[in-house]
């Protein structure tokens, strides 16, 4: 289905007879024709001959004849190559009879474990959570599509030593009040007057740390303390993730504490495999390659002078658990940028014990910082990080305000259900169509605007499309002919043979704003045909091909928000 593909395809093996062996083609969209291969170029300084003398030879022996209207040397030594409309047209009609819209599943699928979100109990979300749950969530939904089995990893921050100012803080409360208090969601009170109350009272920090030996020794009483903390806080991890419309259930908590048995059993591999190293009274490793200013190896700290661990045990258990255990062939790790040092070394420290080998890979899925309007880490008026809630909560509010503006007609509850999906729509649009590496800046209004490459202006097209449909009082039929007369029509169906590419290219690299400027484009090529091509008022079969457009335009648009999460309603 991919016209780039069907074109290196039959230029490979000319540019091979040419060149004497395997040469890429290089093909691409060209503003002189429809597509452009400049390999000639290149290869004339291998053979030492004239490029336009070897590309008119490609050009002799390639088999273009079924696919190309026009193909001609140009400049220097260019093929430009114009793709015949009856073959362009047949492409669409393809597509149009594929469930999958020309993207086969995998036939060599991985097992993909994705971790991502990570809140911490007892902490409300914040706005730094928004990240890593948008991408982990479009990671999972694009992964599994595509026919690989995802294990959603929700790395839940659920022990260390604040539990015992935690457990001690409840204690205090007594049993229902703390329960009701925790059920409220008002968690952030809680951790604040916990955590102020073991800075001013020494008697409650010798408590806490008691209580923190209790916790870890697996005393019944506080554990029962403990589990409280961690099902209420969960509880209201899903009332957000509900409210996000992300894919992330209760099945999907793995909390930290779920590798506390195995951390010592990690020590004691690596020290057997003679990779552990004493620092500073600490059983360090050393990953090759990783080195501080000073050029002095770096240690990475399995397990502190105290005896106790810290993430990279954590981190090195789960990924000994995850390959050995799960048996995932692909590791996600949806992690801010600043965490890119950390998970080299683990990377590395793992490689060397043997638990991340090939074929098995790690990546980290990095991500820069969502900034406020004055370019700096978005915060509330009183400096404090945004909570995730208060943030969607208001999305949802100023989108259900434009709709009900725009859309007199729509009753409560349809403008509510609109509302929800326009307003979490530009929050996660606005996140995966920028660059993860990058930030980005917060800008409701340019969220929200129906101009421009914004969740709503590709949702409304979608509502666009449905009301054609509406209008038509039928569906397209799929079997119908399809002709492309006019240049709208033409530039359209290059959009729509395009998405099975872009798939499979974001399958790769997980860089969504790909996905995302994918559909802008398609949106925008079917804006242009809608104001030139008359779908209702045309003629029988040129009717019949529009409407085929058109349907199968609003179902790549449709599959392709749901694969960033966002929803398409059928009325703007």
């Given at each position: 289905m991919d016209l780039e593909k069907l074109l290196t395809d039959r230029l490979a093996p000319a540019f091979a007879t040419v060149a004497g062996g395997p040469v890429d083609p290089v093909v691409r969209r060209s503003q002189r024709a429809d597509f452009q291969s400049d390999a000639a170029l290149a290869l004339a300084r291998r053979l030492g001959r004239p490029p336009r003398t070897i590309a008119a030879e490609v050009l002799d022996r390639a088999d273009l004849a079924d696919l190309c209207a026009a193909a001609e040397v140009s400049g220097p030594g260019f093929l430009n190559l114009t793709v015949a409309d009856g073959a362009l047209a047949g492409l669409v009609s393809a597509l149009a009879a594929d469930p999958r819209l020309g993207v086969p599943r995998t036939t060599t699928p991985d097992t993909v474990v994705i971790d991502y979100s990570a809140p911490n109990v007892a902490k409300e979300m914040h706005v730094g959570h928004l990240r890593s749950t948008v991408i982990g969530d479009a990671a999972a939904r694009l992964l599994e599509w595509l026919g690989h089995r995802v294990v959603r990893a929700n790395h839940l921050g659920d022990w260390g030593t604040p539990f015992g100012m935690l457990i001690e803080h409840l204690v205090d409360l007594g049993g229902a009040e703390a329960a009701h208090e925790l059920s409220m969601g008002d968690l952030d009170s809680f951790y604040k007057t916990a955590r102020a109350k073991f800075d001013a009272d020494e008697a409650f920090r010798e408590r806490s740390r008691r209580r923190v030996v209790a916790l870890q020794g697996g005393d019944e009483a506080t554990l029962r303390l403990w589990r409280l903390l961690v099902e209420q806080s969960e509880r209201y991890f899903l009332t957000v993730y509900d409210l996000l419309d992300v894919t992330l259930t209760e099945r999907d908590f793995q909390g930290e504490s779920s590798y506390n048995d195995l951390l010592?059993?990690?020590?004691?591999?690596?020290?057997?495999?003679?990779?552990?190293?004493?620092?500073?009274?600490?059983?360090?490793?050393?990953?090759?390659?990783?080195?501080?200013?000073d050029g002095e190896p770096l240690p990475l700290i399995v397990r502190k002078s105290d005896g106790g661990y810290g993430y990279p045990a954590t981190d090195l258990a789960a990924i000994r658990h995850r390959t050995g255990t799960l048996g995932a062939t692909r590791l996600l790790y949806v992690v801010g940028l600043p965490q890119r040092r950390h998970f080299e070394m683990v990377y590395a420290a793992a490689a060397q014990a043997g638990w991340l080998v090939a074929p098995v890979r790690a990546e980290h899925?990095?991500?820069?910082?969502?900034?406020?309007?004055?370019?700096?880490?978005?915060?509330?008026?009183?400096?404090?990080?945004?909570?995730?809630v208060g943030l969607l909560e208001e999305a949802v509010a100023r989108a259900t305000a434009l709709a009900r503006e725009r859309n007199p007609e729509l009753g409560e509850a349809e403008a509510a259900e609109v509302g929800r999906a326009v307003g979490i729509g530009a929050i996660k649009y606005a996140d995966l169509s920028s660059d993860r590496h990058k930030d980005y800046v917060l800008d409701w209004e340019r969220m929200l605007s129906l101009d421009g490459n914004t969740a709503p202006y590709l949702q409304y097209a979608y509502s666009r499309i449905r009301s054609i449909f509406r209008r038509a009082g039928a569906a397209a039929r799929p079997d119908a002919p399809v002709s492309l007369a006019e240049p709208a029509e033409r530039a359209l169906a290059f959009e729509l043979v395009g998405f099975a590419a872009v798939v499979t290219e974001v399958e790769r690299s997980l860089e969504f704003h790909h996905l995302a400027g994918y559909l802008y484009r398609l949106a925008a090529a079917f804006s242009a045909f809608y104001e030139r091509c008359p779908v209702l008022r045309a003629d029988g079969p040129?009717?019949?091909?529009?409407?085929?457009?058109?349907?199968l335009t609003g179902r790549v648009l449709r599959q392709g928000l749901h694969l960033l999460g966002i929803r398409s309603p059928e009325r703007l």
């Amino acid at each position: 289905m991919d016209l780039e593909k069907l074109l290196t395809d039959r230029l490979a093996p000319a540019f091979a007879t040419v060149a004497g062996g395997p040469v890429d083609p290089v093909v691409r969209r060209s503003q002189r024709a429809d597509f452009q291969s400049d390999a000639a170029l290149a290869l004339a300084r291998r053979l030492g001959r004239p490029p336009r003398t070897i590309a008119a030879e490609v050009l002799d022996r390639a088999d273009l004849a079924d696919l190309c209207a026009a193909a001609e040397v140009s400049g220097p030594g260019f093929l430009n190559l114009t793709v015949a409309d009856g073959a362009l047209a047949g492409l669409v009609s393809a597509l149009a009879a594929d469930p999958r819209l020309g993207v086969p599943r995998t036939t060599t699928p991985d097992t993909v474990v994705i971790d991502y979100s990570a809140p911490n109990v007892a902490k409300e979300m914040h706005v730094g959570h928004l990240r890593s749950t948008v991408i982990g969530d479009a990671a999972a939904r694009l992964l599994e599509w595509l026919g690989h089995r995802v294990v959603r990893a929700n790395h839940l921050g659920d022990w260390g030593t604040p539990f015992g100012m935690l457990i001690e803080h409840l204690v205090d409360l007594g049993g229902a009040e703390a329960a009701h208090e925790l059920s409220m969601g008002d968690l952030d009170s809680f951790y604040k007057t916990a955590r102020a109350k073991f800075d001013a009272d020494e008697a409650f920090r010798e408590r806490s740390r008691r209580r923190v030996v209790a916790l870890q020794g697996g005393d019944e009483a506080t554990l029962r303390l403990w589990r409280l903390l961690v099902e209420q806080s969960e509880r209201y991890f899903l009332t957000v993730y509900d409210l996000l419309d992300v894919t992330l259930t209760e099945r999907d908590f793995q909390g930290e504490s779920s590798y506390n048995d195995l951390l010592a059993p990690v020590v004691e591999e690596l020290d057997r495999l003679g990779l552990l190293r004493t620092s500073d009274g600490a059983a360090c490793v050393f990953p090759p390659g990783q080195v501080g200013r000073d050029g002095e190896p770096l240690p990475l700290i399995v397990r502190k002078s105290d005896g106790g661990y810290g993430y990279p045990a954590t981190d090195l258990a789960a990924i000994r658990h995850r390959t050995g255990t799960l048996g995932a062939t692909r590791l996600l790790y949806v992690v801010g940028l600043p965490q890119r040092r950390h998970f080299e070394m683990v990377y590395a420290a793992a490689a060397q014990a043997g638990w991340l080998v090939a074929p098995v890979r790690a990546e980290h899925v990095g991500f820069g910082s969502i900034l406020g309007p004055d370019g700096r880490m978005l915060r509330s008026r009183a400096g404090e990080s945004v909570k995730l809630v208060g943030l969607l909560e208001e999305a949802v509010a100023r989108a259900t305000a434009l709709a009900r503006e725009r859309n007199p007609e729509l009753g409560e509850a349809e403008a509510a259900e609109v509302g929800r999906a326009v307003g979490i729509g530009a929050i996660k649009y606005a996140d995966l169509s920028s660059d993860r590496h990058k930030d980005y800046v917060l800008d409701w209004e340019r969220m929200l605007s129906l101009d421009g490459n914004t969740a709503p202006y590709l949702q409304y097209a979608y509502s666009r499309i449905r009301s054609i449909f509406r209008r038509a009082g039928a569906a397209a039929r799929p079997d119908a002919p399809v002709s492309l007369a006019e240049p709208a029509e033409r530039a359209l169906a290059f959009e729509l043979v395009g998405f099975a590419a872009v798939v499979t290219e974001v399958e790769r690299s997980l860089e969504f704003h790909h996905l995302a400027g994918y559909l802008y484009r398609l949106a925008a090529a079917f804006s242009a045909f809608y104001e030139r091509c008359p779908v209702l008022r045309a003629d029988g079969p040129v009717r019949e091909s529009r409407l085929v457009l058109c349907d199968l335009t609003g179902r790549v648009l449709r599959q392709g928000l749901h694969l960033l999460g966002i929803r398409s309603p059928e009325r703007l």
